[in-house]
């Protein structure tokens, strides 16, 4: 019990001080606060959900005391919750009945909670925490968008050394922009947490499951619905349309996600297979444009089922000659 405390404690502590480096001004501190989750992440899987929640409350107090409490409030709403709720979920599971896992037979197989649905927990969460951003600089459209043009003007008239007036153009397009940049930031960093933290547990040998498939990574067939009815509703003027376009945000990030399991599967067979994915990985880094790209393939693989196809016609390993 007293190892148990004291990894929630190092887990707590870690996650405020990343959190909290924000202060310096420190380019490396955006990273930092990006990764904040990861802690509380790997404590509630490799060590359990109570692990993960008391290293939150001991991060929030932790921040509490050294900043502010709706500072601290803040951050157990953005990052303590997620990183708690998605921990759980990762090993969440339930015996199947009838079912033997190895060679024990009294040792239960498992069905684990599925990666779709982990993906739309991830950006239902990414619509919640992006909608809360917007609602704190006002209660509506007109007064969110004026304060993003007052603070965009101010910073481009500090980057451009020129005084820069909230109608200009590129104020326009930006206030456009950060909706959907807030959004697909939050969904990115949020999945590259979950699977950050899961990998370290199983290097560690803490990950009490059994890795799972992400190349078999699917949505249920009613997200190409929301979708749909998101998309529509982006057209919209006022909280409405923005809070469309958020959703619609997410969920194309959640296919993008899913064209990226519908490319490691219908690459397989290639000789040169690592190369191509690291050309891939490469240009999503450089180009972030390309993800629409990938967006397209795992809505094609939701319409059509390319993975099925592939796999259902995969020639099998010839035999080894004697």
Same mark, same amino acid.
């Given at each position: 019990?007293?190892?148990?405390?004291?990894?929630?404690?190092?887990?707590?502590?870690?996650?405020?001080?990343?959190?909290?480096?924000?202060?310096?001004?420190?380019?490396?501190?955006?990273?930092?606060?990006?990764?904040?989750?990861?802690?509380?992440?790997?404590?509630?899987?490799?060590?359990?959900?109570?692990?993960?929640?008391?290293?939150?409350?001991?991060?929030?107090?932790?921040?509490?005391?050294? !900043?502010?409490?709706? #500072?601290?409030?803040?951050?157990? /709403? *953005?990052?303590? +919750?997620? @990183?708690?709720? =998605?921990?759980? $979920?990762?090993?969440?599971?339930?015996?199947?009945?009838?079912?033997?896992?190895?060679?024990?037979?009294?040792?239960?197989?498992?069905?684990?909670?599925? !990666?779709?649905?982990? #993906?739309?927990?991830?950006?239902? /969460? *990414?619509?919640? +925490?992006? @909608?809360?951003? =917007?609602?704190? $600089?006002?209660?509506?459209?007109?007064?969110?968008?004026?304060?993003?043009?007052?603070?965009?003007?101010?910073?481009?008239?500090?980057?451009?050394?020129?005084?820069?007036?909230?109608?200009?153009?590129?104020?326009? /397009?930006?206030?456009?922009?950060?909706?959907?940049?807030?959004?697909?930031?939050?969904?990115?960093?949020?999945?590259?947490?979950?699977?950050?933290?899961?990998?370290?547990?199983?290097?560690?040998?803490?990950?009490?499951?059994?890795?799972?498939?992400?190349?078999?990574?699917?949505?249920?067939?009613?997200?190409?619905?929301?979708?749909?009815?998101?998309?529509?509703?982006?057209?919209?003027?006022?909280?409405?349309?923005?809070?469309?376009?958020?959703?619609?945000?997410?969920?194309?990030?959640?296919?993008?996600?899913?064209?990226?399991?519908?490319?490691?599967?219908?690459?397989?067979?290639?000789?040169?297979?690592?190369?191509?994915?690291?050309?891939?990985?490469?240009?999503?880094?450089?180009?972030?444009?390309?993800?629409?790209?990938?967006?397209?393939?795992?809505?094609?693989?939701?319409?059509?089922?390319?993975?099925?196809?592939?796999?259902?016609?995969?020639?099998?390993?010839?035999?080894?000659?004697?």
């Amino acid at each position: 019990m007293m190892v148990f405390g004291l990894i929630a404690l190092i887990a707590g502590a870690a996650s405020a001080l990343m959190f909290a480096s924000i202060v310096s001004g420190a380019l490396i501190s955006l990273v930092l606060v990006y990764l904040a989750p990861l802690p509380l992440m790997l404590a509630a899987i490799a060590w359990g959900p109570l692990c993960g929640a008391l290293g939150g409350i001991v991060a929030t107090l932790v921040i509490a005391g050294a !900043l502010s409490p709706p #500072l601290a409030l803040g951050y157990g /709403l *953005a990052f303590a +919750l997620p @990183a708690w709720w =998605l921990g759980h $979920l990762a090993m969440l599971g339930r015996p199947v009945p009838g079912g033997i896992a190895g060679t024990d037979a009294a040792s239960p197989q498992v069905e684990w909670y599925p !990666l779709g649905r982990i #993906l739309l927990w991830i950006a239902a /969460l *990414a619509t919640l +925490l992006t @909608a809360g951003s =917007l609602y704190s $600089l006002g209660s509506d459209a007109s007064a969110i968008t004026d304060a993003m043009r007052h603070g965009l003007a101010k910073i481009l008239s500090m980057v451009s050394e020129t005084t820069v007036t909230e109608s200009d153009p590129r104020v326009g /397009l930006m206030v456009a922009v950060i909706p959907v940049l807030v959004a697909a930031s939050q969904m990115a960093t949020l999945t590259l947490n979950l699977w950050l933290a899961a990998k370290v547990a199983a290097v560690s040998g803490r990950l009490h499951r059994p890795w799972p498939d992400l190349s078999g990574t699917s949505l249920p067939p009613m997200t190409l619905v929301a979708l749909c009815v998101a998309l529509a509703f982006s057209f919209f003027s006022g909280m409405t349309g923005i809070l469309a376009v958020v959703v619609t945000t997410v969920l194309m990030m959640a296919y993008a996600l899913v064209g990226l399991a519908v490319l490691h599967t219908i690459t397989r067979d290639l000789a040169n297979r690592g190369i191509w994915l690291a050309t891939t990985y490469a240009i999503l880094f450089m180009f972030s444009v390309s993800l629409v790209l990938l967006t397209a393939l795992g809505l094609a693989d939701a319409v059509f089922g390319f993975r099925e196809r592939f796999l259902r016609n995969r020639q099998p390993p010839p035999l080894p000659t004697t």
